[in-house]
C-alpha cells in the first residue's frame, strides 16, 4: 500500500484497539471482583470522553472514509486486475495448451500419413518385387524353353550330321562292296580254269534235275578251294559291314523320331503316355511310347505292341518290334531290325562284340520305390527321365548308363502308389526310353536292414527281373547294392541269386560287391564248384567324400579283375578336390562307375525334375570325369611274343624332323615322343649268362611291354662322356659300345626310337673336350641309324652363360656326321628360354632341334599360359627327365601328363629299371605298375594332336 492508504488505516485501527482493550479490562475486571449491579455514572462517562475527544472530526472522517472507500476501489480495482491477469494468465494458458495439443495432433497426422506413405511405399515395393520375381520366372521360364528348343536342334543337328556319315559310310560301303564283288570275280574267273568251268556249262538243265545240287565231274584242286572261300569270305565280310550301317542308320532315325514323338508329347500335354498292360512274364521294353487316348477317345482300343523271338547269333540278339497305330497324333515310325549286342568281361575289362573295352560311366536315378506319376506322366517322366533329359544324359553329358535302385518290396508288391504290375510296366518304359538313348541300365538292389544276398525276397526279385529282361542286352543286373557290411563267405553268400540269374540269363552281366564293407575289393574274385572265377561278373564298390578306396588295393585289384563304383557320391563340400582325384583313380585303373545322383541330392544338376541342367559343383566333377580317356583294352595278342613278332608287326622306324612346334615322321605324320629312362650304362656289368641288354631290363620281355602294352616308342640311354671314352671300370670302352649297338638294335627292332642322353660330369655346368670326342665317336657310329636321337648335354642345374655357344658346337660336331639327325638341347632347369630356339644366321630356327626341360613335383611345367606352354606352342619341346615319387606320387602328375598332351610335349620318364621305379622288379619281369608307373602309363595313352595342314588350292 501507499502511504495516503496506510494514514487512512490509522483511525479504524485505533478504534477496534481501543474496543478490544475496554473488553479486556471488563474481562479482568469482572475476574478480579464481582462487578455492581450498576456501576459509577465516572468511571463510565471518563473513558466515553477520552473517547470522543479521540474521535475524528467529520470533515477528517469523511476524508478517511473517502479515502478508505478509495482504497477499497483500489483494492477492488487491483483485485479486478489481478483476476483479470489471471483470466488471461488462465487464458494464454488455455491457449498454450490448445495450440500444444494442436500441434500435437498435427504431429501425430503427419506421423500417420507418413507412417501410410511408407506402407504405400513398402507395399509398392513388395508389388515391384513380386512382378520382378514373376519377370524373372518368366524369362527363366523363356530363358529355359529356349535353351531346350537349343538342344533340340543341337540335337536334331547332330543326329542329321551322324545320319548324313551313315549314309555316306553305307554309300562308300556299297562302292567298295561292288568293287570286292567286281575283284572277287574277276579273282574267280581267273582262279577258274576254263576246264573246271565246262562240267558246270555241261550240267542238264531238265525238269527232273535238281537246280539245288550241281556235281562237278572233276574236283576243285585245294588251292582253288581256298582261293574261292576267301573271296566269299571277303563278299560275307562286305556285305556284313553293308547291313550293320544300314540297321545302325535305321536305328539312329527310329530313335530321333521317338525323341522328336516324345518331346511333341511333353510340350502339346494333350497325349499323355499310357502304362503298358500287365504281362505274365515278359513285355517288350525297348517299345514306342504310346500316347495316352483324351477322354472323348477312351473308349478306342490302346495300341499293342508285339516282340518276336530274338536269336542269339555271333554274340548278339536283333530285335524286331512292330506296333498297330495308335489314335492320336503321334505316328510311331515304320518298324526296323535293330542289333545290340551282349557285353561280357575279359580279364580286368567290360567288352563289347567287336572286342574293345566299354568303360561303363553314368548316373544313378532314384525314385523307383516311391514314384507317383501325375495327370499325363510316365514313370520316366516322374523319375526326370524324359526326352530332354535323356538327351542331357546322353548327348551332352556323354554318359553310357543309367542305374535305377529299388527295393525288394517295390518289385514284388508295389511302391504303395502304384502296383506291382503297373510299376514294372512303367519300368518296361524306362528301360526301353534309356536303351533307346543309347545307354545301358543298372537294376540295382538296395539291401534291405537285415537283408542277405541269400535272402528268399531277393532271390524271388531277381527271378522275376531275370525272366522279364532276359533278352534285353542292355540291362545288367547289380544283385546287392549295399555300404553296409556283409557278413560270411561272398561265394556262397551270392551263390543263389547268381545261380537264379543265370538259369534264366546265361549271358548276363552281374554285378557283385567286391568284399565285406563295401568299399574293399580284396575278397574277390568269386569262384566256381570246380575252383574257376565266375565269369561275367563285375565287382563294385561304393565310394563317397568319407570313404574313399585304398588306390594300391585297387590298382592291383582292378589289374585282374573288373571294377565298378556303382555307388560314387561327393557333396562338393571340398569343391571336389577329393572326388577329382577319385576320378583320375578311376581312370588310371579302368574302372567304371555311376555318380549320384541325376533326382535327388547330392544333385549333378539343379532341377532335373524342372529342366534346369545347371551342373552343380559335384557335377562339374562327374563332367570331366566323363570325358577322361578311356583306357584301351590290350589282349595277350596285342603285345608281341618276341622280338621276331615285334620287328614284323612294329612300325618301320623312320627320320624324325621339326616343324613348327612338331616332331613329324617321313609321311608328314605328327609323332609325339613317349618313353622311359632305362639308367645303368655307366655302371652295369652283366652276370654270367646275361647279355648289356638283359642286364638294363631291355630284354625281348621288357621291350614287348613297353611298346606293346604300354604303347611307349622310346628309351632314354643315359650316360657320360667317361663311359664311351674309357669304360665303366669293370667293363671296357669296346665292350660297353658292343653293348650298347645290340639294345639299340633291339630297341629299333621293337619300334620304338633310342635317345642317347649324355648327362653332364657332377659340378660341371659346360661340356669339355670329352663331351666333343664322345659325340664324335657316337655320331659317327650311328649316322646310318634313323631310329637314334641325341640329347647333347642332360643336365639338372642351371646352364653357364656360355652355353649356347657350347651348344651349338656340339649340334656342330654330330650334324657333321649326321646332317638330318634330330637332336635336343637342354633349357636349364631355370624356365628362361631366352635364346631359344637356336637361329640359323638367317634369323630361321635350326631345323631338327627339340628342346628338353626337367619337370618333377618341385619343378612344375606351370600353368597354360605360362612360359613353358607359351615356348611349347612354337617350338618342339621334351621332358627328358619327368620323375616323382613312385610309391606316394604328387597329385599333381596326372595334370602333368595332360599339360603335356595338350601342348604336344614328349617325355621320357624315370626310370624303368631304378628308383623311382615304374614297374615292381623289371630285372625279374614283374610288371606290376607302381602308383607312378600308373600316371605316366595313362599319359602315354593320352590322344596326339595332330598338326593342321596349310590350305592348299
Known sequence: MNKRGQTSEDPRQSTTTLRRREFQESRRAERAEPAPAKPARADIEEPARKLREQRPQPARWTLLREEARAADQAAETLLSQATEGRTAQLKVEANVAQRERAAQRISEEQAIHAAALLQREIDQEHLRAAGESEKQRIERQQEAEARRQREEELHVAILRKKAQRQHATATRLDEEALILRHKAEQRAKETLRPTEMEPVLREPQTPEAKPARVELESPVPEEKRSARSEVERQQRSTEREIAEAAAAMRRDERRELKRQAAVQAQLENE?????????????????????????????????????????????????????????????????????????????????????????????????????????????????????????????????????????????????????????????DLTIAAITDAGAYVLLALEAAAGAGPADADTVQVWQSLAARYQDEPRVFYEVFASSGSIGGDLTAAFATVIATIRQLDPSSLIFVPGSANGLDVTGVPLRDAGGDPVTNLVYTISVSLQ?????????????????????????????????????????????????????????????????????????????????????????????????????????????????????????????????????????????????????????????????????????????????????????????????????????????????????????????????????????????????????????????????????????????????AAMIFVSTGNSGDFTGFPLLLPTGDPIFNLGYTVNISPQNSPGPDDGPLASFADSSPVFASTWSDDATNPSRVSPYVGDFFARHSIGFAAANWNADPRLVADAVNHDFTSTSWGLIAGRAATLPVRQMLERFRK
Open 271 to 427: 497325349v499323355p503316355v499310357e502304362r503298358a498292360a500287365p504281362v505274365a512274364r515278359r513285355q517288350p521294353i525297348a517299345a514306342e511310347r504310346q500316347p495316352k487316348p483324351r477322354d472323348e477317345e477312351r473308349q478306342k482300343p490302346a495300341m499293342r505292341l508285339s516282340v518276336s523271338p530274338r536269336a542269339i547269333s555271333g554274340g548278339s540278339t536283333t530285335r524286331s518290334i512292330s506296333a498297330a497305330p495308335a489314335a492320336s497324333a503321334v505316328v510311331a515310325p515304320t518298324p526296323s531290325a535293330d542289333t545290340t549286342p551282349f557285353v561280357n568281361t575279359s580279364g580286368n575289362f567290360i567288352i563289347d562284340q567287336n572286342g574293345d573295352a566299354l568303360t561303363l560311366r553314368g548316373v544313378t536315378v532314384l525314385g523307383l520305390d516311391s514314384v507317383a506319376p501325375q495327370g499325363g506322366q510316365t514313370v520316366a517322366d516322374a523319375l526326370s527321365l524324359n526326352a530332354s533329359n535323356l538327351a542331357t544324359i546322353t548327348d551332352q553329358w556323354g554318359a553310357n548308363l543309367v542305374r535305377l535302385t529299388f527295393g525288394t518290396a517295390t518289385i514284388l508288391n508295389g511302391n504303395g502308389n502304384l502296383g506291382s504290375s503297373d510299376l514294372l510296366a512303367g519300368l
Open 547 to 819: 570313404n574313399a578306396p585304398d588306390p594300391d588295393v585297387l590298382s592291383a585289384v582292378s589289374a585282374v579283375h573288373p571294377v565298378f563304383a556303382s555307388m560314387w557320391s561327393d557333396d562338393g563340400s571340398d569343391l571336389g578336390r577329393q572326388a577329382s582325384r577319385i576320378a583320375d583313380l578311376f581312370e588310371r585303373c579302368a574302372i567304371g562307375w555311376a555318380a549320384g545322383n541325376w533326382n535327388s541330392d547330392p544333385r549333378l544338376v539343379m532341377d532335373a525334375g524342372g529342366g534346369d541342367f545347371t551342373p552343380t559343383i559335384w557335377g562339374n566333377v562327374v563332367l570331366r570325369a566323363i570325358k577322361l580317356t578311356t583306357p584301351p583294352l590290350l589282349e595277350p595278342a596285342d603285345a608281341p611274343a618276341s622280338l621276331a613278332v615285334a620287328q614284323a608287326e612294329g612300325p618301320t622306324l623312320s627320320r624324325l624332323s621339326t616343324s613348327g612346334n612338331f616332331i613329324l615322321d617321313e609321311s608328314g605324320q605328327t609323332i609325339v615322343l613317349r618313353g622311359i629312362t632305362v639308367v645303368g650304362l655307366d655302371t652295369a656289368a652283366p652276370a654270367s649268362g646275361q647279355t648289356r641288354a638283359d642286364a638294363l631290363s631291355i630284354d625281348e620281355d621288357n621291350l614287348a611291354l613297353m611298346t606293346g602294352i604300354w604303347g611307349l616308342n622310346l628309351v632314354r640311354l643315359p650316360f657320360q662322356a667317361q663311359t664311351v671314352l674309357a669304360g665303366n671300370g669293370a667293363v671296357p670302352a669296346g665292350k660297353i659300345l658292343a653293348g650298347l649297338d645290340s639294345a639299340v638294335t633291339l630297341i629299333s627292332e621293337a619300334g620304338a626310337y633310342v635317345l642317347l642322353a649324355l648327362e653332364a660330369a657332377p659340378g660341371a655346368t659346360l661340356p669339355d673336350a670329352s663331351t666333343q670326342q664322345a659325340w664324335q665317336t657316337l655320331a659317327k657310329r650311328y649316322k646310318d641309324e634313323s631310329g637314334i636321337l641325341y640329347e647333347i648335354y642332360a643336365s639338372t642345374e642351371a646352364l653357364a652363360p656360355g652355353w649356347i655357344q657350347a651348344a651349338l658346337s656340339l649340334i656342330g660336331t654330330i650334324r657333321s656326321q649326321n646332317s
